[in-house]
């Protein structure tokens, strides 16, 4: 994964004024746009488009400082307009481009990205493999933005906006794996971007064919693989450890990828105050 990322790379700097076929740059490394994207994202801490957007303007700059139309600069980097571009261009350099030209002010530089792969083993990687068949999640859904580190309090907010009863109801409906109370992540930005709003789910896993009550949201998750992390620790600190270390230590020494799919987390066990809880994390993925 190291090298693809890295080729991708190098392809961003041949594409800077034109736009790049990343479904097929990632065919033609062997791996998937959604899988590229989410280990860019994860390994870089930051999203592949932004990324892009970073390296065109600072290309974009040393033109910005010549004496070649505004509206030429903006087009030739595939922007509209030199307003559209100015915008961009301000969000990276903190100035618009009339005012670097004028003014000869700063501007800030994003270097190449180079991926180097560091084993250090600090994080023990409890993980199994299972196939598992056609499936639904029920519960409880709403929308609510991404948070990739800390307490989320949204939702937070959400499941104590449901009544005990409903947790109990919940379980008793729950008939296959992955069991207990559930939380499901889907409809994530494809470049995982923090605040981005994704769909969540209060719920629990059953059979495919069961019954759905009127008042329960449904996903049908068909037939895969998953890949299964065990943590236990500090909650929701252990757990979102593991998230990251998956990106940064199991899939570029495994061979599997991630695939489209929910992200599911099972509870297992937790202190009172949910200070600590034992947890298994669930990702949809696909031999390499």
């Known amino acids: 994964m190291i090298a693809e990322l890295n080729r991708l790379v190098a392809l961003v700097e041949d594409h800077l004024t034109d736009d790049l076929d990343l479904p097929g740059v990632a065919a033609g490394l062997g791996t998937t746009e959604y899988h590229l994207r989410r280990m860019f994202s994860s390994l870089a801490g930051m999203p ?7 390296r065109r303007m600072t290309v974009a700059a040393a ?26 261009f301000r969000a990276v350099h903190g100035a618009s481009p009339g005012e670097i030209r004028r003014d000869r002010g700063s501007l800030r530089t994003q270097p190449q990205i180079r991926f180097r792969l560091t084993v250090e083993g600090n994080t023990t990687m409890d ?3 299972t196939d598992r068949p056609d499936f ?3 519960g409880h859904a709403t929308r609510l933005p991404l948070i990739h580190e800390g307490v989320n309090p949204h939702i937070q907010t959400f499941i104590a906006s449901l009544p005990a009863e409903e947790h109990a109801r919940l379980k008793a409906i729950s008939d296959t794996e992955p069991g207990g109370l559930l939380q499901v992540s889907t409809d994530v930005d494809p470049d995982y971007i923090e605040g981005s709003e994704l769909t969540y789910l ?18 049908k998750v068909p037939a895969g693989r998953w ?4 943590t236990e620790g500090e909650y929701p600190a252990a757990l979102q450890s593991a998230w990251a270390a998956t990106a940064t230590e199991w899939f570029p020494s495994n061979p599997w990828r991630l695939r489209p799919g929910p992200s599911i987390v099972s509870i297992l ?10 947890c298994e994390l669930w990702l949809p993925v696909e031999r390499v």
Do not use: C, K, N
């Not at 066990?269 to 034992?278: G, K, N, P």
């Open 136 to 138: 639904q999640l029920i």
């Open 227 to 230: 890949a299964v992390f065990r």
């Open 63 to 88: 033109d910005v400082l010549g004496d070649g139309d505004l509206l030429g600069i903006a087009v030739r980097y595939g922007y509209g307009s030199t307003e559209a571009f100015g915008r961009a």
């Open 48 to 54: 592949l488009s932004e990324y892009v957007r970073r």
């Open 127 to 129: 993980a199994r493999i």
């Open 202 to 219: 209060h719920a629990v896993a059953v059979t495919d064919g069961t019954p759905v009550p009127d008042d329960l949201d449904a996903i």
């Open 269 to 278: 066990d937790r202190a009172e105050d949910f200070s600590a809880a034992t």
